[in-house]
């Protein structure tokens, strides 16, 4: 079996301008588009592929405020809901997905990133390097609680549980406001990003829900960090999966 992987950042909801929201965007794209070429250009999605790949659109603020104010990509008085695609073919293609802005006591705000399902492309985004750099973009830009990049696999099958927050993937994304990380078992490693968080990253390799030392790594880790706070629901329990 062929395992999806995913990667996304989650916040409780944060109302700022639609200024705020595209110079933050701004900042993501480019600092994602260093992960790796098939992140660096974008297009607006549409109803076919032919008339996506004629919304192609430059990713910085002034082109995104304009895109943000389009009727069709406002969440509500507050908010914007935005996706763009890559353009590349089915399977190597991406996705990108932010909502921001949100006032609902139910649903906070996310960025995610779909990851390419097989090819050259997919053998060269899925590495600990290239996941570390993605997620520390969504760190960077928007200043997420929680972020995590992992196999869909693992945490649908293996977890049972995928609430955002409360559970251990490949690379994860832990804010200061979360706690202190306790020291974790080898092969794990974390690194720092500026002041605002840590980067958790379990193995070097690709992480599969198909070997057994992976997720039983997994579970240590998951322990562990329970057990030192930092596995909470971002919302209450009725939030809904944000995937």
């Not at 990003?193 to 980067?199: I, N, P, S, W, Y």
């Amino acid at each position: 079996m062929i395992e999806s992987y995913y990667a996304g950042a989650y916040w409780p909801g944060r109302v700022e301008t639609l200024e705020s929201y595209a110079r933050r965007a701004e900042s993501f794209f480019h600092l994602l588009s260093a992960a790796d070429v098939t992140f660096t250009r974008w297009f607006e999605k549409a109803a076919g592929r032919s008339e996506a790949l004629k919304l192609q659109f430059t990713p910085d603020a002034e082109t995104l405020l304009g895109l943000f104010k389009k009727k069709k990509y406002r969440r509500d008085e507050a908010g914007i809901a935005f996706s763009a695609w890559n353009g590349e073919r089915d399977g190597a293609s991406s996705g990108v997905r932010f909502a921001c802005g949100s006032t609902s006591a139910l649903l906070g705000d996310l960025c995610t990133l779909s990851l390419p399902t097989e090819g050259a492309v997919r053998e060269r985004v899925l590495s600990a390097s290239t996941l570390v750099q993605v997620l520390r973009a969504m760190a960077l830009a928007w200043e997420p609680e929680w972020s995590i990049a992992t196999s869909q696999v693992h945490r649908d099958e293996v977890l049972k549980l995928s609430r955002a927050g409360t559970f251990v993937g490949w690379v994860m994304y832990f804010a200061r406001s979360r706690g202190e990380l306790p020291p974790l078992p080898a092969p794990v490693r974390t690194e720092p990003v500026g002041d605002k968080g840590t980067l958790v990253i379990l193995t070097p390799e690709r992480f599969t829900a198909s070997n057994p030392e992976h997720v039983a790594l997994a579970a240590r880790v998951q322990e562990l960090l329970a057990q030192a706070g930092l596995l909470t629901p971002l919302r209450t329990p009725s939030t809904p999966r944000m995937d």
